[in-house]
């Protein structure tokens, strides 16, 4: 007779698939992964938003002391004329002038305010509504700076717009007019040059640079700021009254330079002996020392676009002028703190006033 053996089932089959131990090792694992990549992802993050804020900030800052720096460097500057002997043939009329005569003062370059409140700001300007201007007696630092001259290359008379300002000049004396004055315009008031060609032709330019609250105002059809603009962060936005062409009426409009300013310090270099050169610095010269401004220092503070989390500025504190005093703190003035922000400063010299007082 025959035995037979019988085999266990699966005796020697191999084991296939994970153990439940193994499953939560791998699982376990995973998850460490995941956290150390979320970690990364989070502060890759962070170190891309901090410096998207600082390159936006030196953007804004840049920006802001190119603007008011190409303005002061144009300042005074009326063609080929050595002094402000400029006058106006025919009465030019100015919507919305920030004074009487204020945009066509050629007299006056230069000039400016410091510390001052929005209803000073108003009184002296009346371009300049009261809730536009950052309140100077809150703490922050208020400025208004007036710049006027001509500005750009020449101009073809051709090529001259109806309701914009333009200025004509021999070594002599100047016109201002608007453009659509000039073809009626003899020979003189035009001026020549050597020879009886047409003196060149430069656009004129009135200019006061300020602070508003904000930077896309939407009280009042969208002219003036509201304290939920800006997404209810209202960001600080150095802006600047000027001449416009208005479907050929000349206008003085507001129009925003950039984001993210929240104070401006000016310090002006005065010179008093008349060699071009400064003798004593000042935040507010007299009416008559602004005619004898040849420099001026610069320093503008930035604000971050958007705040940060978790980061507080209440430790730092923000000289702009140079004296060893703070100007701002944002816990003082009543400003949040959770904004990367920067000083920059440039000084430039004021070259037209400058020449004019080193001539003989």
């Given at each position: 007779?025959?035995?037979?053996?019988?085999?266990?089932?699966?005796?020697?089959?191999?084991?296939?698939?994970?153990?439940l131990v193994e499953v939560m090792v791998a699982m376990t694992i995973g998850i460490i992964l995941l956290l150390a990549l979320g970690t990364l992802f989070a502060n890759s993050t962070r170190v891309f938003k901090v410096n998207?804020?600082?390159?936006?900030?030196?953007?804004?800052?840049?920006y802001a002391l190119n603007a008011i720096g190409s303005d002061l460097r144009q300042a005074g500057f009326y063609g080929h004329i050595a002094s402000f002997d400029v006058k106006m043939p025919v009465a030019i009329a100015v919507t919305g002038d920030c004074a009487a005569g204020w945009a066509t003062n050629v007299a006056q370059p230069l000039s400016g305010f410091h510390g001052v409140t929005p209803s000073a700001a108003h009184t002296a300007l009346t371009c300049i509504n009261a809730s536009n201007f950052i309140d100077g007696a809150a703490g922050r630092p208020s400025f208004i700076l007036i710049v006027r001259g001509a500005t750009g290359g020449a101009v073809p008379s051709a090529a001259l717009a109806a309701g914009s300002l333009y200025v004509q000049s021999d070594p002599t004396t100047g016109i201002l007019f608007r453009g659509d004055q000039y073809a009626a315009l003899a020979t003189p008031p035009r001026r020549t040059v050597l020879g009886g060609g047409e003196a060149p032709i430069y656009p004129y330019q009135a200019r006061a640079y300020y602070l508003r609250p904000c930077s896309r105002p939407t009280g009042s059809g969208g002219t003036v700021c509201l304290a939920t603009d800006d997404g209810n962060q209202p960001i600080p936005t150095l802006v600047r009254q000027e001449l416009v062409d208005v479907a050929g009426t000349t206008t003085m409009a507001e129009r925003a330079v950039a984001e993210g300013i929240e104070a401006v310090r000016i310090v002006y270099g005065v010179d008093?002996?008349?060699?071009?050169?400064p003798d004593r610095y000042m935040e507010a010269p007299t009416e008559i020392q602004f005619t004898q401004v040849?420099?001026?220092?610069?320093?503008?503070?930035?604000?971050s676009p958007k705040p940060t989390n978790g980061y507080n500025d209440d430790s730092r504190d923000y000289d702009l002028n140079g004296d060893g005093v703070a100007e701002l703190n944002c816990t003082d003035d009543g400003l949040p703190c959770n904004y990367h922000r920067h000083v920059f400063t440039q000084s430039f010299q004021v070259r037209n006033i400058a020449q004019r007082l080193a001539l003989p």
């Open positions: 007779m025959t035995m037979r053996h019988s085999r266990r089932p699966g005796a020697n089959s191999r084991q296939r698939g994970l153990t998207d804020d600082f390159a936006r900030m030196q953007e804004n800052g840049t008093n002996d008349g060699n071009g050169t040849v420099t001026a220092r610069v320093s503008v503070l930035v604000r």
